[in-house]
């Protein structure tokens, strides 16, 4: 195609931005009113001259190569497609330029005229942006509509521990912890079809991942923004793991108070049930002192009061144990405990009915964990006598004290040859009171694996017990490492 020089011309003069046009050796043959207007030259001084007046010294060196490529294979389109372009006027000061390039055959060979539009505005508009983006107080990530990253402020570089080079031009699943990026790119394009300020992933938990690989819980909102490149979408990110574990520690307190409360009910209706089956003793035998004494014979005297005592002595032994019960968990420092010795400290308080029951006692390798000492000794201890107490008439008690590491916990098992339990009472031999014999067959208050479970709970862990009736028993627990 070749074009009229005075159309073209008149076409130019019309143009409402900055045009201009150069021949093969890159020097001005034509411009007009609006190119003398935005870099401040009269039309006779650009005229003839090298096109690179118009660009800035320090680009100047490497303009005549950019000139020199685009004669070679001359089609229309955008210079400098990204970089940074700017131009320069007459009185040396700089602006920022986008320029569309297209080359011209005229008689006189191919020219290439350009467009030059002065994006000082936009830029300035943009360089607003990027400062309150900068400065939000949550991390901010653009992607692309191809999930590419595209902006980032330094709280994103903070949150996600990954310096702003890593991130711009990835793919925004690199933040996206691997159990949800499967599904990611699907959501984005649904996003990207429906454009509208919203908060993200509505019923779900979101995760951030971390450069170190660790997930934090996030909360983000998206914003479309529509700009020239096509549409972008702007999220807003805030850590919430603070949050979360402010309301996971709510969570823990009013379970905590729940279970206490039902503690305390069924306390309550036991210590009002258990206490008075002694205390009635107690006052039956007096009643029979006070009304018979005078008639009685004084061994019938001796025995009843007998009876009287060992009432009181076993009511002052459910008092006791249900103070010690009631105590767990409210006092005592965690300290590190080390298992061995702890153990070893037990067998010696127990060295008396360990050899008066012909025991033995084999203890493997024990962990060392965080507790409450004189807890988990108590804890230990009532696992040790139930053992031995619990023996049957014809074999000595053999016990094995054995541990094991779980991915967070510890399990201790402590293992018998008893008389074992019968499955369904496996249950309820840890509520308080719960006994499955008299005090004549095996003596007791069923407080021991009450509290035992009571000590577990306020550690953290787990405790049940494997039992075979006839066989022995296994009592486990569990204690978090
Ligand atoms: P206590 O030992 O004072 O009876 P516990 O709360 O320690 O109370 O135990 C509750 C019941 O669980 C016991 O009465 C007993 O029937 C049963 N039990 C506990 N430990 C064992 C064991 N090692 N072998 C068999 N039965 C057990």
């Known amino acids: 195609m070749s074009t009229d020089p005075k159309l073209l011309s008149a076409i ?32 006779n001084e650009l005229l003839g001259q090298p096109v690179e007046i118009l660009v800035p010294d320090r680009f100047r060196a490497a303009h005549p190569g950019h ?18 372009l700017y131009a320069r006027r007459k009185d040396n ?17 191919v020219f290439v005229l350009s467009a030059i539009a002065d994006i000082t505005e936009r830029k300035q508009a943009e360089e607003k942006f990027r400062l309150v983006v900068e400065s939000a107080p949550n991390a901010m990530v653009m992607v692309n509509q191809h999930g590419e990253i ?41 996003y990207f079809n429906h454009l509208v300020t919203r908060s993200m992933g509505a019923g779900r938990d979101l995760f951030g991942l971390h450069k170190d690989g660790s997930e934090f819980p ?16 702007l999220s807003s990110i805030i850590d919430i793991s603070e949050r979360k574990q402010a309301e996971q520690a709510l969570q823990d307190r009013s379970d905590e108070l729940a279970r206490s409360n039902a503690e ?4 309550a209706y036991l210590a009002s049930h258990d206490l008075q089956e002694p205390l009635r003793t107690v006052t039956s035998f007096v009643d029979v002192l006070q009304r018979d004494s005078h008639q009685m014979r004084s061994e019938k005297v001796g025995t009843s009061l007998r009876f009287i005592s060992n009432a009181a002595t076993r009511m002052s032994e459910l008092i ?42 084999n203890v493997e390798e024990l962990p060392q ?7 988990l000794r108590m804890l230990v201890q009532n696992l040790i006598i139930n053992a031995i107490k619990f023996r049957t008439k014809d074999t000595d008690p053999s016990i094995r004290i054995v541990a094991r590491q779980e991915q967070r916990y510890w399990q201790i098992s402590i293992h018998d040859n008893g008389i074992g339990i019968a499955p369904e009472h496996q249950n309820r031999i840890f509520d308080i009171f719960q006994r499955l014999h008299t005090k004549q067959e095996y003596e007791g208050t069923g407080i021991g694996l009450a509290h035992c479970r009571k000590i577990v709970h306020a550690h953290g862990g787990k405790i049940w017990v494997d039992s075979y009736v006839g066989k022995g028993s296994a009592f486990h627990f569990t204690l978090p490492c």
């Open 67 to 84: 000139r020199g490529s685009f004669f070679a294979t001359p089609t229309a389109r955008r210079m400098g497609i990204g970089r940074d």
């Open 150 to 190: 595209v902006l980032v402020n330094s709280e994103t570089e903070r949150c996600f521990g990954y310096p702003r080079a890593d991130l711009l031009g990835q793919s925004i699943e690199m933040l996206v912890p691997t159990r949800f990026r499967e599904n990611h790119p699907g959501y984005r394009h649904d």
């Open 264 to 267: 305390l009910e069924q306390f």
């Open 320 to 361: 006791t144990g249900l103070l010690e019960y009631s105590r767990v968990g409210r006092e005592g420092q965690q300290v590190i405990v080390d298992c061995n010795t702890m153990v070893n400290a037990i067998q010696e308080d127990l060295s008396h009915i360990i050899s008066e029951s012909r025991a033995t006692l």
């Open 93 to 109: 000061s700089e602006f920022p330029v986008e320029i569309g390039l297209n080359p011209v055959e005229t008689g006189e060979g």
């Open 218 to 233: 996030v909360e983000i909102g998206l914003n479309p923004i529509r700009t020239q490149e096509g549409t972008l979408v």
């Open 12 to 43: 130019l003069e019309a143009a409402p931005i900055a045009m201009v046009m150069i021949d093969r050796e890159g020097e001005i043959a034509l411009v007009n009113t609006e190119t003398e207007k935005l870099f401040g030259y009269p039309r």
């Open 369 to 375: 964990l965080k507790g409450c000492e004189p807890e």
